[in-house]
């Protein structure tokens, strides 16, 4: 298992520069084809910031990863500009995007509708709102969820990442909670065919910190930021006046 204090960006770029020496990067629209390749994922729970980060640094190594986009997360909004112009970034540097979908949050909702009719409108909500069309979407913590998740192939014309086949297909490893679930995707380099990689940006920060002060430093942010926002609006009200 990969020890905690490597989860930063200097480990990040030498685990897919040694996992592209072995392995083609591609994307969820070639699932299934035969040469040895990685899907890699990210699901973006907390952080767009360190999202755009790993995206440059993916760029700079010419391998390509999927961003799924959480419209509902307690750590940032997709509808303020700093956060949407993170994902324009991402975007620019190649990278496609998926739609990270909660399950429960409409659920909770006294006006609860078709869950279909749901993912079919956040998927149309990131086609408008960022110019490209989602290629897969993926299940947040489908492991807290009630409801069961879909095994389908396809959802809304998007690729299920957590479809049976692929579930079959793939070798999975997951960043979960700052640790690698289901071991070190480089401790299975040439046993495995076929890997399906899933991370989350928030753990991959610059320095080395606990999975704790990885949490604070993505909630601080967003403090700071809106704190600063708000101080700018009051000045500005007050030039005005």
Known sequence: MTNIVEFNETYYRKLIKKISNHYKFEVYS???????????????????????????????????STYFLHLHSAFYNLFDESVAQKIYR??????????????????????????????????????????????AISFHNPSLSVLEIPSVDKIVGMINADSDYIRGFYKFFSDSNCEWKYGNPEDFIGDCKYLHVLTHP?????????????????????YEYSFKYYNNIIEQVKRHE
């Open 30 to 64: 070639r699932v299934g084809c035969e040469h040895p390749h990685v899907l890699w994922r990210h699901d973006i729970d907390m952080s767009p910031h360190r999202a755009a980060k790993l995206a440059e640094i993916e760029m700079q190594e010419n391998v390509i």
């Open 90 to 135: 991402i975007i620019e540097c190649g990278h496609p995007i998926g739609l990270h979908y909660d399950l429960e949050f409409y659920r909770k909702l006294p006006q609860h509708t078709n869950q279909i009719d749901l993912i079919s409108f956040e998927k149309s909500f990131l086609w408008d709102v960022f110019g490209v069309k989602p290629m």
């Open 202 to 222: 928030e753990w991959w920060t610059l320095i080395l910190q606990t999975h704790g002060e990885k949490v604070r430093r993505c909630v601080s942010g967003r």
